[in-house]
């Protein structure tokens, strides 16, 4: 996100020296981690992110009813979702994103996740609702509720928002098969969760996703170039829509096992680049993310057709390898994975999670990946991804947790309108759009902690700003957040 920043201290820590041998080995800082109560933790956060009109069984009790009457400016009901991180904007891509994640976060760790299966579930469908809204025009999917302009000149509660709730989509005219393809896998994807739970709506979100993909494939296009005035800087469109469409692809063949959509990775694996960036994960860049999932298939001996995949997808584990030279992959002095640009743990969590499926993935078929002189077990993968997570969790040079409300020392001044502004039952009247900059201004901490946000984290240093300014360092997103409750679930089963 775009945002001016301003000068504020920065937490440093005391040794930045950290060999990669202790970044692996080394005694924890923390004895032992709770990982069950991080687990609940990381799953709440999502609650305090919801728009559109709260349920009786809201747990989060400082946020109220926002935006209901998003869409209304298009003659379509858009309420409900997710605000992305510590704004009011409803971004649809990195919402869909989320969703993906989120969901198989419960396809391969739910049997982890004990009682908090069923708040997970719900995280789910809370986006899957909105999406299937957002979607329910043929040859149309509205990609974005607000004006992230008009927002970001803003320091509001989402239950005061008297920005512009513009409304933004994507046609056959106006294509945007980026965005497109990662709701199609995003609904595709949850119509696997949904099995078990509700048949009905499960058939709703894969019929659904076959649509959306079919118009994505069909109109193809990058929607920051039909929306460019909307959408970037925010969420542009860097790495193409090409990765996106073998994206859905991959999930709509695990969802349906319909041959058609092997074929159509098979026969578009070079025109759709699958070979591009594999250690890339996120919002933006599906490339490892396809490499791992359709790797599944060739380790169960099911698809030797989808070899390439595994050859890339081991490519990506080795270039994470401490030690291991690679321009795209660093790690700070503490042992985090560092990529330039701004909200590091999001790379953090993505990439720690596609360690940990592909570890058990390669458990079950009882295989390693060759490194050149080394190979990668799957304990190593295992052990790597567990690094990460308490790494998160407290055991840093800092000895800070970055997920707010789990230890005792956690950020206190997170970038979150609704976190740093008083609450509505606090402060009953409204606070205007520059009302709310001396909160942002402000030293003290926030009045309401969002329980389970996991902020965009140190920097290349391990130094940390808890400072709301700095956004890139202390705002919380939702796609921070869903890897990690894959993570989490595994290894409150598994320490």
Known sequence: MARKSFSSPVIFPAVLAVSFAS?????????????RDALRKSILFFEGQRSGR???????????????????????????????????????????????????????????????????????????????????????????????????????????????????????????????????????????????????????????????????????????????????????????????????AAWLLKASRRRGYREYIVKNEVVLRAGDTINEFGWDNKHAGINVLISKEVLMGKAEYFESFKQNADGFICSLLPGVSHPQVQYSPGGLIFKPGGSNMQHVTSLSFL??????????????????ETTASPALLKQLAKRQVNYILGDNPLGLSYMVGYGSRFPRRIHHRGSSLPSVAAHPARIGCKAGSRYFLSPNPNPNLLVGAVVGGPNISDAFPDSRPYFQESEPTTYINAPLVGLLAFFSVHP
């Open 23 to 35: 970044l692996l080995f080394a005694n924890p800082i923390i004895a032992s981690h709770d990982y």
């Open 355 to 372: 360690l940990l499926v592909y570890s058990n993935y390669l458990s079950h078929a009882n295989k390693v990946v060759p490194c050149g």
């Open 54 to 248: 709260l349920p009786p069984d809201q747990r989060v009790k400082w946020r109220r009813d926002s935006a209901l009457r998003d869409g209304s400016t298009a003659g379509v009901d858009l309420t409900g979702g997710y605000y992305d991180a510590g704004d009011n904007v409803k971004f649809g891509f990195p919402m869909a994103f989320t969703t993906t994640l989120l969901a198989w976060s419960i396809i391969d760790f739910g049997r982890n996740m004990g009682p908090e299966l069923k708040n997970a579930v719900k995280a789910v469908k809370w986006s899957t609702d909105y999406l299937l809204k957002a979607t329910s025009k043929p040859g149309v999917v509205y990609v974005q509720v607000g004006d992230a302009f008009s927002d970001h000149s803003c320091w509001e509660r989402p239950e005061d928002m008297d920005t512009l709730r513009t409304v933004y989509k994507i046609d056959n005219a106006h294509p945007g098969s980026d965005v497109a393809g990662e709701t199609a896998a995003a609904l595709a994807a949850a119509s696997i969760v949904f099995r078990s739970h509700d048949t009905a709506y499960s058939r709703l979100l894969l019929n659904r996703a076959v649509r959306v993909f079919n118009f994505a494939d069909k109109h193809r296009g990058a929607y920051s170039s039909s929306l460019h005035a909307a959408v970037c800087p925010f969420y542009c469109d860097v790495n193409g829509y090409q990765d996106e469409l073998l994206w859905a």
